[in-house]
């Protein structure tokens, strides 16, 4: 009888763990942003545009074409290494690792962005320079 309140109890621990694992893995295993080196390579508006990044600013000449743009993009977050660290100390703690992990993630998924400003050339999808501002 003492077995079968053991293996209840086990198999109990076991499932609650298994409820409770998850969230912290996933918030951290979220691919968010764009690297400000992928838009650097960007040589048109629309590439820095197809990445994610959205104009905040716009500057137009005389006769109404885009002469400059500022964009703000969402810093690079969430890495597979740091999901499947919080894999393993979930299955460790048999989920009460989520109790710490979770706000983690919260506090350290907050977006945080920056800006570039774009000039054209004449064409104004044709980028002329580039210049990170934050």
């Known amino acids: 009888m003492n077995f079968k309140k053991i293996t209840n109890a086990t198999f109990q621990t076991i499932i609650t763990s298994a409820l409770l694992s ?11 942003g764009v690297d400000v080196n992928v838009l650097a390579a960007c040589k048109t508006r629309t590439c820095i545009m197809n990445h994610g990044a959205t104009p905040i600013q716009t500057t137009k000449n005389k006769s109404g074409s885009i002469i400059a743009e500022t964009f703000q993009a969402e810093i ?16 460790a ?30 064409d104004e999808n044709i980028i002329n320079s580039m210049q990170l501002l934050n």
Request: proline fraction near 4%; hydrophobic fraction near 40%.
């Open 22 to 32: 998850g969230c912290s893995v996933f918030m951290a295993a979220q691919q968010k």
């Open 76 to 91: 690079p977050s969430g890495s597979a290494a740091r999901a499947a660290m919080h894999g393993v100390l979930d299955v």
């Open 93 to 122: 703690t048999l989920g009460i690792w989520e109790v710490a992990g979770t706000p983690i993630e919260a506090i350290k998924g907050e977006k945080q962005n920056y800006s570039i400003k774009v000039t054209y050339a004449s």
